[in-house]
């Protein structure tokens, strides 16, 4: 229902013009029913909502054992919420955290925010890190504001962000190298290396699998069950090919070409994490720009109007599979608030 709702708002403002959509309440409005989404859920939403809320009231009774593996950073703002309320007061935290920064990016860097914050909404990251990994959620909104430091050229806002980051979740730092991407200009010479660097990827991915594996406190050689087979694999590669085909109409642009270089890094990472779907969840910190390139792209290939709707219908189709298909599991569907019985 909520997804159903924002899709109405979303298609309503791509009819209106550039300038409605674009004002700051609009962005808001929407971003603060995702974090009410995310605050409000009920206790068995999310694969690992229970633990967290254990995690939160055993420091506060100081009867958690705090062990190397769980971030400094995350700990320190467990005990502080602590201080001032309960668990669901940390729940809003987090959820405005990780998803304040993604309304202020969609706002300034986006040519249709309602369309982007659908993209966002829709997505596995959305679900995976609003509604269960709460330390990557918070990690993941000061990626997003190291991306604003990003195009601003401020370096040092940038590490100063990806750190924060860091002390959430240490898989951040993946996202350390983004920020000489913006000098990086596309041609035939790139397209070409990005080519071999996926067939390298395949060919070696397993052996860089145990490098990654080794820098992390947390063994992740077991398998888990998580969303991230062939056929997404499939739809971010066509998505990146797209855009890689018509580098040539965006390549002075910024703000598709920088978004769509950090979102074909999730392409390359994914024949290096398949060996194990635990570690999809390095990907997420790239696959959130393509809530960023699309809707621009978008706006570029305003003439080549079939192109233009059709990745419209490929990215609504896209993010209603993932709603009702890779998401339709107990532990996220159905959705119930936090005062609802379960049935």
């Not at 502080?80 to 300034?108: H, Q």
């Not at 959430?168 to 070409?192: A, D, E, G, Q, T």
């Not at 109007?305 to 532990?331: C, D, E, Q, T």
Request: charged content about 15%.
């Amino acid at each position: 229902m909520y997804f159903f709702c924002l899709l109405f708002i979303s298609l309503c403002t791509l009819i209106f013009s550039k300038e409605y959509q674009q004002r700051w309440w609009f962005c808001l409005s929407i971003t603060m029913m995702l974090i009410l989404i995310a605050a409000l859920r009920h206790d068995n939403i999310g694969i690992d909502t229970i633990t967290y809320k254990y995690i939160f009231q055993s420091i506060q009774n100081n009867t958690y054992a705090i062990e190397t593996r769980l971030e400094e950073g995350y700990l320190y703002i467990n005990e502080w919420v602590g201080k001032f309320g309960d668990y669901r007061l940390f729940w809003f935290v987090v959820a405005s955290i990780s998803m304040l920064p993604v309304c202020f990016v969609i706002k300034e860097y986006s040519a249709y925010c309602g369309y982007s914050l659908l993209l966002f909404f829709a997505s596995v990251g959305f679900h995976t890190m609003e509604l269960a990994a709460m330390r990557q959620a918070l990690a993941f909104g000061f990626i997003v504001l190291a991306f604003h430091f990003l195009m601003r050229r401020n370096l040092l806002f940038y590490l100063l962000m990806v750190f924060l980051a860091f002390t959430m979740h240490r898989s951040s730092v993946i996202f350390l190298p983004c920020y000489w991407l913006y000098s990086l200009r596309l041609n035939k010479k790139v397209l070409i290396a990005w080519g071999i660097l996926l067939a390298l990827c395949f060919v070696y991915g397993y052996t860089i699998f145990l490098r990654i594996n080794a820098l992390w406190s947390i063994d992740y050689t077991l398998t888990e069950v998580e969303a991230g087979g062939e056929r997404f694999f499939m739809v971010n590669l066509l998505f990146v090919i797209i855009g890689l085909a018509n580098y040539k109409k965006f390549n002075d642009i910024p703000q598709i070409r920088v978004p769509l270089l950090i979102y074909s890094i999730s392409v390359l990472l994914w024949p290096m994490l398949n060996s194990n779907p635990a570690l999809f969840r390095l990907q997420y910190y790239f696959d959130f720009f393509y809530v960023l390139f699309l809707p621009n792209l978008i706006c570029v290939l305003s003439k080549n109007w079939r192109l233009k709707y059709g990745l419209i219908a490929a990215s609504l189709f896209v993010a209603l599979y993932i709603i009702l298909v890779l998401r339709n599991v107990p532990a996220y569907s159905p959705y119930y608030f936090y005062w609802e019985e379960l049935v």
